[in-house]
């Protein structure tokens, strides 16, 4: 059990700091909730009390003989702020001290995880830019906001991220480190997933089981720990995580193009999505009609372009971007599925494969994997079955260790 510090600012957002507060708690964690006197206005002392199990305050001079302005900080694991307002980030940047999470800021040599939340104005100033720059430079984990409603009328990018986003985050940063939120800061990582459609006709396509679980884990992940992340997301109907830009594909060859053009300009490439390997030689204009002799149209198939191999003879000399290939596998009567997944990265050249064992529908469509990460260099890497976010951390691992090593 850890002992993690929920500081709380001054915003509308302070409400959703309850559900963090619930979900930290039920996965095992003791939570002492420190808010402004500002996020009081907003949710009461006695409704975190009520939720935590433990007194509330914001003064330092609350419980003097028990120094809390300095013991909080001390005793924690780990600080995660929310909503982080931009009074809240230039108080913390500057290392000010006049309440008691403030004082907390500075006193906590623990990880510390900050979600910010504010009108778009505000995000895009320049002081609030400066200050997230200064505090990111330090060490701390600044989420990037959500695009979507605000306050009133307006939309745009200061929207709080989504509570189990933050907690996914502030539980990766407990399980991993402090470096898991900084190192892969301003590593521009391109990540694909999802499964490719290739249509027959208006109405029906060719697909496969891809959920785009496992791609957008790894995308959440990067960004959790500070990349640049570009998303290509093909037919993926689950929530995207703040801060991750986004492109949407339909087809293998759509997915092909932006992959490839994006990956130019990228320093980590990940594979993950599924593309389907062949598509119909025809696409028919109007709705296949379904006859009383019972006729069945004849589907030929052609081969789709090959995205790995190709992102892979693309890149430059010096071997940049660094690629992650994803395979799905079953294992025969010919081979087993590592052996099958060994001549499927020599013969694509990736500097790592991560292998799914999909026999008896394993993988698709779950919220846990197991997957075993082979690099070029012949190493193999057992990752256990757990939660996808957890497989997405331990991808993540890899990559940074290869990226530290030249």
């Known amino acids: 059990m850890s002992n993690i510090v929920l500081g709380v600012g001054g915003g509308i957002a ?8 619930r979900r930290l708690s039920e996965s095992g964690h003791r939570v002492t909730v420190v808010p402004t006197a500002a996020a009081l206005k907003f949710v009461g002392a006695p409704t975190w009390e009520a939720l935590s199990g433990r007194p509330v305050s914001t003064d330092v001079f609350d419980s003097v003989p028990e120094v809390p302005h300095v013991a909080i900080g001390q005793s924690a694991d780990l600080v995660v702020v929310a909503p982080a307002t931009a009074d809240l980030l230039a108080r913390a ?46 060490g701390v984990i600044v989420l990037e906001p959500a695009v979507g409603r605000l306050t009133g009328k307006d939309t745009g990018k200061g929207r709080l991220p989504d509570p189990a986003d933050i907690v996914d ?13 900084t190192d892969l800061v301003d590593v521009r990582v391109l990540v694909s997933a999802g499964g490719t459609r290739e249509y027959l006709d208006p109405v029906r396509f060719l697909g496969n089981r891809s959920s785009g679980r496992q791609g957008v884990a790894v995308a959440q992940a990067a960004a959790s720990r500070g990349a640049k992340v570009t998303l290509v997301a093909a037919n993926v109907s689950i929530p995207v995580p703040a801060g991750i830009d986004v492109v949407r594909v339909e087809t293998t060859a759509e997915l092909h193009d932006a992959m490839l053009e994006r ?3 990228a320093d980590v490439v990940v594979m993950a999505a599924a593309p389907a390997d062949f598509r119909p030689a025809r696409l028919a204009q109007t709705k296949i009609k379904k006859d009383d002799k019972g006729t069945v149209p004849e589907l030929t198939l052609v081969q789709n372009p090959d995205i790995l191999r190709d992102l892979v003879e693309r890149r430059g000399a010096a071997g940049t971007p660094l690629i992650v290939g994803f395979a799905a596998e079953t294992g025969d009567a010919a081979a087993t599925v590592l052996e099958h997944a060994r001549a499927k990265l ?15 529908g394993k993988a698709f469509e779950r ?13 193999a890497t057992e990752i256990p079955y757990g939660p996808k976010i957890a497989v997405a951390h331990a991808i993540c691992d890899t990559i940074a260790r290869r990226l530290d090593n030249g």
């Open 263 to 265: 990956s130019a300009s």
């Open 169 to 181: 985050a502030a539980l990766a940063v407990l399980e991993h480190g402090a470096h898991a939120g």
């Open 14 to 21: 302070a409400y959703k700091s309850a559900e963090i507060l």
């Open 93 to 138: 940047a500057h290392g000010l001290a006049d309440d008691l999470l403030t004082n907390t800021l500075l006193t906590a040599r623990c990880p510390v995880v900050m979600a910010p939340a504010m009108h778009t104005e505000m995000w895009e100033h320049a002081a609030t830019q400066a200050n997230v720059a200064t505090l990111r430079s330090r």
């Open 346 to 360: 020599a013969r694509k050249g990736s500097d790592f494969l991560v292998v799914n064992d999909v026999s008896e």
């Open 367 to 379: 919220a846990e994997n197991e997957v075993v990460i082979l690099g070029s260099d012949g190493s």
